[in-house]
């Protein structure tokens, strides 16, 4: 049975959460706790047991106002794959987020995920990325910012661009993301840097303002890792994967995977 996820299923979620991502139950109660200002679930469940579940983000918007919904963090029990739960539930997902009119967009782990997505949710379309490995080091001031300064500052910067827009929920899920993994979210000189740790290499995210290799090279360095990952939009690796086509220098660089 699929049905909505409700308040009383979150430490069944959580638990799935954890042996399917490998993140800690505290992060995904996090996550969930951000419900439903953030969005919805859905969970399939088989003899009264939690065996499955997806959620779409829909606290985003892109800078034309169309509505945005995110489909994230699909899993099934080892026990119940290969049953079609997957499907359902993002089917399912997807399809309460188009009655809302909204873009649906997912970030697909590898280029399988990217096929299998298209199959069933029709996400033909890409905005693209790019990757640059950089030395930590140099200096300059670094402040950790709220999730509320990060976004207002995040909006100003990208006036006139045609960019992802998060709401105070969307936010907070992407600060909880940073700061779980040893990252957040911070002015570093001029610039705004959302990042995190990934098998001890600190990724930045998102880079905002001029002079981004400097400003990511410094918060490396201040944060006290070795090398750094700078993520660019536009690039030509496929990043987002979408039903609707966007105009490719969106910046669309921040993500919950």
């Known amino acids: ?53 997806a959620y779409l983000i829909c606290d985003l ?13 699909v899993a099934v029990d080892e026990r119940c794959r290969r049953r079609g739960l997957g499907e359902a539930l993002c089917r399912a997902c997807a399809a309460d987020g188009r009655r809302g009119g909204r873009v649906i967009a997912t970030l697909p782990a590898s280029e399988p995920l990217r096929s299998w997505y298209r199959d069933i949710l029709g996400t033909r379309y890409s905005l693209g990325r790019g990757w640059e490995t950089l030395d930590a080091g140099g200096e300059l001031p670094v402040r950790a910012l709220s999730a509320e300064e990060y976004n207002a500052a995040r909006e100003s910067l ?12 969307a936010i907070a899920a992407e600060d909880l993301n940073c700061r779980s993994f040893g990252g957040g979210l911070y002015t570093v000189g001029e610039c705004l840097c959302a990042a995190s740790f990934d098998e001890g290499v600190l990724t930045v995210r998102e880079c905002l303002g001029s002079d981004r290799e400097r400003a990511a090279a410094a918060l490396g360095k201040a944060l006290g890792c070795e090398r750094v990952r700078l993520m660019s939009a536009g690039g030509c ?21």
């Open 61 to 73: 918007s892109l800078s034309d106002g169309h509505p945005v919904g995110y489909l994230y963090a």
């Open 158 to 169: 990208l006036s006139g661009r045609p960019h992802l827009c998060l709401g105070e929920a």
């Open 1 to 53: 049975m699929l049905r909505r996820i409700e308040s009383g299923d979150s430490p069944a979620l959580a638990s799935l959460w954890h042996r399917s991502f490998g993140d800690s139950e505290d992060y995904a109660l996090g996550f969930l706790s951000l419900l439903p200002e953030l969005g919805f679930g859905y969970a399939a469940v088989e003899d009264g047991v939690i065996v499955g579940m």
């Open 237 to 257: 690796e496929p990043y987002m994967a979408l039903d609707t086509a966007l105009p490719p220098d969106t910046v669309w660089d921040l993500a919950f995977d």
